[in-house]
């Protein structure tokens, strides 16, 4: 399989693709429902992490750069269509990544930047000792993975796959620990974050985020928490400004502008009802 990507709904003749990466201890199955809500010259791409489904017999990578090299090379498979980067939680951290170094190797700048229910990445080290982590004890992870409700009915009764359930996010959060964002990193294509209205993610993280691309920036507030609402998630990429009719760039059209980088965070929180106060107690997302 070409650059270790699954297609759900192969398109071979589209001119755009939706790349997608997942979050930590996820993999591809719960975006494959996406293909069904995307406009017909757009085809679904998942990049599967080593050590999961189609690549269950290869080692979990290791570090941060070990994971953004099989990303890249998962991307340039694609070279001469369109791309969408979008990524959920560390996914998002990923995909910003992934644009910023692309464009370092002479790739094509992407049509837009997605970043879902992630905290800005300059802003990662105030949440290093905030659960999930790699420090976390087996059961504290697991405990967390039922609170999110990042596993599904059928394995929670199946000890042995909660054990790699366990295995696979602690494999993650390992390699998101080792994740250091430079200062000075942007990208030049519109970004737009997602986020959930129960999430954790404060005004700090809107800022950070619409720092750090040089085009349009948009923040959308939805239903939900950390996976918003599941028939939300099903149909994600409906929200997805790159995806409107009129904005084949990513580009809002003139009635529907969003903020750029340069516009303050009121006048970005105000406009696009992005405003949200941060949640005691609550714990920090991969």
Same mark, same amino acid.
């Given at each position: ?8 709904? &192969? ?22 429902? =996406?293909?069904?809500?995307?406009p017909e010259d757009t085809e679904l791409a998942l990049y599967c992490y080593p050590g999961r489904e189609i690549r269950?017999? %290869? &080692?979990?990578?290791?570090? =941060? ?18 791309? *969408? ?7 998002? =951290?990923?995909?910003? $990544? ?10 094509? %700048? &992407?049509?837009a930047v997605v970043v879902s229910a992630a905290h800005a990445p300059a802003a990662l080290s105030r949440h290093t $000792? ?14 967390? +993975?039922?609170? +999110? ?25 390992? *390699? ?6 430079? $200062? ?24 950070? =985020? ?29 929200? +997805? ?12 059209? &003139? ?16 406009? +696009? $009802? ?13």
């Open positions: 399989m070409a650059g270790h990507l699954i297609r759900p709904l &192969p398109r071979p003749q589209a001119g755009r693709v939706l790349f997608c990466l997942s979050f930590c201890g996820g993999a591809t199955a719960p975006f494959r429902p =996406w293909a069904d809500s995307l269950y017999g %290869e &080692p979990f990578a290791r570090t =941060w750069q070990q994971l953004l090299d099989g990303a890249l090379a998962a991307l340039r498979t694609l070279a001469g269509r369109r791309v *969408v980067l979008c990524g959920h939680s560390m996914g998002a =951290w990923v995909a910003f $990544d992934l644009a910023v170094r692309a464009r370092l190797t002479g790739l094509a %700048e &992407p049509d $000792d905030v659960p999930p982590h790699p420090r976390n004890t087996d059961g504290e992870l697991l405990d967390w +993975m039922l609170t +999110m409700g990042q596993l599904s009915e059928a394995v929670r009764g199946e000890p042995e796959l909660l054990r790699m359930a366990v295995e696979v996010l602690r494999a993650d959060l390992v *390699v998101a620990d080792t994740y250091r964002f430079r $200062d000075g990193d942007r990208v030049d294509a519109p970004l737009q974050l997602l986020y959930g209205e129960q999430d954790d993610l404060t005004e700090a993280d809107l800022a950070g =985020w619409s720092g750090l691309t040089t085009g349009p920036f948009e923040a959308t507030r939805l239903e939900g928490g950390h996976f918003y609402t599941p028939a939300l998630w099903r149909r994600l990429p409906e929200h +997805m400004a790159v995806f409107r009719p009129g904005a084949p760039d990513g580009t809002p059209p &003139p009635d529907q502008a969003a903020p750029t980088s340069r516009t303050s965070l009121r006048r970005i929180a105000r406009s +696009m $009802d992005a405003r949200v106060s941060p949640l005691p107690n609550r714990t920090s997302h991969q």
